[in-house]
């Protein structure tokens, strides 16, 4: 589903290097969560997968679809096949809950009677059913992160990216919040999570790509935050 | 993307830029206005040259009683034997001279007071000090020497006067003001250009919230940029629109019915324009203002607004 071969990324000439000769391989429907410490180079890769930024060196795969070779035309399909939930939710101050998740569908000229439908099954799925009519600040930062979800996943895209979904958030909220992206994963959609929320890794047990300064130096299925191999070797 | 969702995201933009959306309106209004104005004015000048060409190009004045001074004049006023000479000559030199027709000191002074009638000098003229004249046309306009040198020095001929030079320096006020105008809506053009741009920097500044949503759910370019474009040319065709009325005013109100009452004694010598010309240039200052709106925010929008 999302593939990097041999990717190197840096932002200008002389820099170090973001990432450093990355091989991934990411399959349909499997949970990934990306782990590091800050300018670890987590969100460069989530960046990548959307054409946020271009690599230096390399190739991208998403979908089939090689990255660097597509159009710059092409890049809104490819969006619109991958959803994006970020630390700071970036929701519409203006609009109600309701309003938010139907802007994805209204922007990409969704029909009338669909966005009716799909409006409130999403935001069932995320457990925000009867909130509609909320605005964002009468919510709390779990509910508006929900939001945030139901928004990436209202036109059911294959893939869902999380940057640091529960940054902001006491970790009890985010416990909950990963159990609705495991939930999302169990339907099927490919899930890629960056964080460093040891707690996190360690309850959900998935696959776990550890990077530090740009290179991966662990990709361990089940794995935890802390590589025990690593540590009992020490 | 459809009508109803986009029409309220560009109100809800007119609503949060109100500001800036009056200024577009008022900066294209005025660079319009002068563009236009411009645009009379060179239409004003030709069409008061083919007026003109195609009429009375030479007019040969005959002496009056006090005229003295000149040397074909020492006789006092032109003689009936005169006339008839010149024409005759005038006969003599068709086809270069195409129609002729006389004017005698009675009509020429009924015209004067006609043309002065406002005038407190009037009644202080004398009627023998306006002189009778031969108008001649000529199948070529521009070979007005040759009249010249045939009748210039003829007894009885006071002068030989080209009324082309007339045309020709009221054509040449008018290039000024054209080029004034033209100047003016030029520099305005680019005020509004510029501002345009600027705008398109400050909303897509302003709701950069909603297009990077857009674009992280895959919005395409053209879903991107048609808000910002609409905002744009409603802008302009507001202006534009307000530019037209009030050059509307300027023609109806100030030529048509000002100038060319003041003109009235000369009715049949200036022709003016009227709201006829405007009405013809109306699609192209409208046009042209949307059309360079559109281009600018295009551009400025593949500067500020990443896809």
């Known amino acids: 589903m999302i593939t990097l071969e041999n990717v190197s990324v840096r932002y200008a000439k002389g820099d170090p290097w973001a990432l450093d000769d990355v091989s991934v391989d990411i399959q349909r429907g499997e949970f990934v969560f990306v782990v590091g410490v800050s300018g670890s180079g987590k969100s460069s890769l989530i960046r990548l997968i959307i054409l946020e930024r271009a690599v230096t060196k390399g190739r991208v795969l998403v979908a089939g679809n090689d990255l660097s070779t597509m159009p710059r035309r092409h890049v809104p399909r490819l969006r619109r096949g991958v959803g994006t939930v970020f630390q700071d ?22 029909k009338p009677h669909m966005i009716k439908q799909l409006v409130p099954e999403t935001l069932e799925l995320v457990g925000l059913e009867g909130k509609g009519k909320r605005l964002p600040h009468e919510l709390s930062g779990g509910e508006q992160q929900r939001v945030a979800i139901a928004r990436a996943m209202v036109n059911k895209p294959p893939i869902l990216l999380a940057d640091e979904p529960t940054g902001n958030l006491d970790p009890e909220t985010s416990q909950e919040i990963v159990a609705i992206l495991d939930r999302i994963n169990r339907s099927g959609t490919t899930v890629v999570m960056a964080t460093h929320d040891t707690t996190i890794v360690d309850t959900f047990r998935k696959r776990v790509v550890q990077l530090s300064d740009g290179v991966i130096i662990r990709d361990q299925a089940d794995g935890q935050y802390v590589d025990t191999q690593v540590g009992e070797g020490s | 993307m459809r009508l109803g969702f986009l029409f309220g995201e560009v109100a809800n933009g007119l609503r949060r830029n109100t500001a800036m959306f009056v200024s577009v309106v008022l900066v294209t209004m005025v660079s319009v206005f002068f563009m236009g104005g411009g645009l009379l004015a060179q239409q004003q000048a030709s069409l008061s040259k083919g007026y003109w ?26 003689t009936q034997e005169q006339r008839d000479q010149i024409e005759s000559d005038l006969e003599s030199l068709s086809p270069l001279v195409e129609d002729y027709f006389y004017e005698s000191n009675d009509e020429a002074y009924d015209r004067f007071r006609e043309q002065f009638r406002n005038s407190p000098a009037l009644d202080t003229i004398p009627q023998e000090a306006i002189p009778e004249s031969f108008r001649v046309q000529l199948s070529d306009p521009s070979k007005y020497d040759v009249i010249a040198g045939a009748f210039q020095g003829t007894p009885g001929v006071d002068d030989v006067v080209d009324q082309r030079d007339l045309v020709q320096r009221l054509a040449a006020f008018l290039n000024v003001v054209t080029f004034g105008a033209v100047a003016l809506a ?9 501002l345009i741009g600027t705008t398109i920097r400050l909303t897509a500044w302003s709701r950069r919230r909603e297009t990077n949503i857009m674009r992280m759910v895959g919005a395409s370019a053209f879903t991107l940029y048609v808000p910002f474009i609409i905002e744009t040319v409603l802008a302009t065709l507001l202006g534009s629109l307000l530019a037209l009325a009030l050059l509307y005013g300027v023609v109806e109100y100030g030529i048509t019915g000002y100038l060319s009452d003041l003109l009235a004694g000369q009715s049949g010598l200036v022709s003016l324009i009227g709201t006829s010309e405007l009405f013809f240039l109306a699609p192209f200052l409208v046009g042209g203002a949307v059309l360079l709106a559109v281009i600018t925010s295009w551009f400025a929008l593949r500067r500020y607004v990443r896809v």
């Open chain 1, 89 to 110: 939710f970036r929701l519409l101050s203006g609009k109600t809950v309701y309003q938010n998740v139907a802007y994805v569908l209204q922007v990409l000229g969704t």
């Open chain 2, 186 to 194: 030029v520099a305005m053009l680019i005020c509004a250009l510029l």
């Open chain 2, 53 to 78: 060409y195609d009429r009375v190009q030479v007019t040969i004045f005959l002496c009056t009683p006090n005229a003295t001074e000149v040397a074909a004049c020492v006789g006092g006023a032109a």
